[in-house]
């Protein structure tokens, strides 16, 4: 089920806020996956590089010059609407405060007031019901990620599932999940913009999927996209690491998985994982990782489909290779006769 675009931002907003907050359980991927953005770079969005977007302040403890208290100070102005509209950006799963004897799992910056951590929980608590939407990346924000793996200690999920699937932000969006891990770069990037073009009355409510991915993004499979794809559809399987051709007999579960770095790659269109072989292990679904272990084994469900390419698969490309023989010769009707009658050559022979 796509969510259907009804909501259009009535008043273009002239300038946003990205708060952004890495106090998640997660290796901060999505915040240095960033500095590789090309489609947009992050830059582009920041210095006002692009037409029709407002002016935009990015506060990332990643990035900002103010650390410490004076980055806490950007959290609590935005809970007392000083920073309104803003976008909050969550990176990390969210853990269970819930669920401890002592101390906590996951906190940024101390209570002014009490000296006391504050958690990730509170902030989020604090932040969401104020912003104007609310953005999850990468798979330990949108699903839990690593983290979440069945018997994790700290009973991390998904910001979905701490706030709730229906949740909506004040801008009446739902949670934009933006996940990969760690998130291909220009998604990070487009979607931002693509939030920013929704502020700016320039673009109807975001387009998302049933779990809540920008539907142009992650509706089609990592195999569709493929570089490999050819391989796979002649039956040509590698068995080993470095092997030019498809790497599904090690593992690979692209043909089942929703991520555009297929056709996207890495950097600049360069990379993407079973492009330059790397198994495809499902990093973009609310089912990874557990659904998808162990890895590096055959995914089940290929045993039977990759059988039946083999036997048709081979055939045909015997009889492709039969073609391009016939294709690599000229037709024919086209061979040099007794003398060139044509142009240039023509003009020789009459001098001669
Ligand atoms: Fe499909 Fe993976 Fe093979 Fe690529 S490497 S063609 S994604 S199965
Ligand atoms: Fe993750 Fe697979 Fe996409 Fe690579 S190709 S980013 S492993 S979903």
Redesign the pocket.
Known sequence: MNRKNSFQQKSPVAKVTVLWITAGLGCDGESVALTAATQPSIEEIVLGGLPGVPEVRFINPFYSYENADEYIDYLESAEKDELNPFILVIEGSIPNEQIKDEGYWAALGTDKKTGQPTTTCEWIDRLAPKAWAVMAVGTCATYGGIHAMEGNPTGAMGLPDYLGWDWKSKGEIPIVCVPGCPTQPDNITETLLYLLYQAAARAPLIPLDEALRPTWLFSET??EG?D??G??EQGQFGDDYGSKY???KLG?W??VVQCNV?KRGWIGGVGGC?NVGGI?IGCTMPGFPDKFMPFMNQPPGSLLSAQAVMTYGKAIHALRRYTQASLNQEPAWRKRGEKLTSGYAAEIFKKS
């Open positions: 990592v195999h493929c490999r794809g391989y796979y498809c790497i599904v690979c692209g043909p297929g079973p495809c």
